[in-house]
């Protein structure tokens, strides 16, 4: 079991910019693919985007393609989502979650998923 800690939420105007971090510890973190989720208000939790655990393969939904950039810093036991262009639509909790995979795979379904952070709020207004 790894345990994630994510950081980075605030409130920001559409249009603007957030980094969120999450910091693993308790497992070797370059074993994990990581990914992050998010969750709006009455929705279902979705993907947005995640990498495998070397960081070679990374996949995103299309909803945050070409807006949003997922990386990972294995040295520092922490991954990252630099979310460009926020919209409110992007409003949400995200969290960060992680699997023991080797493999360049990269998760999408919740369920692949063994670990997850409590999340940080991310708000964007109009």
């Known amino acids: 079991q790894v345990q994630l800690v994510e950081s980075g939420g605030g409130v920001v105007q559409a249009g603007g910019s957030l980094r969120l971090s999450c910091a693993a510890s308790?497992?070797?973190?370059?074993?994990?693919?990581m990914g992050w989720f998010r969750q709006a208000p009455g929705k279902e939790r979705e993907f947005v985007t995640g990498?495998?655990?070397?960081?070679?393969?990374?996949y995103y939904a299309d909803s945050v393609k070409g807006r949003f950039t997922i990386s990972r810093d294995n040295a520092k036991n922490t991954v990252y989502l630099q979310m460009n262009s926020l919209k409110p639509e992007d409003t949400a909790i995200y969290y960060c979650a992680a699997l023991v995979h080797y493999s360049d795979y990269v998760p999408t379904a919740e369920y692949e998923y063994d670990d997850w952070g409590q999340g940080t709020q991310v708000t964007v207004s109009s």
């Open positions: 990498i495998s655990a070397r960081g070679g393969n990374t």
């Open positions: 308790g497992r070797t973190f370059s074993n994990y693919a």
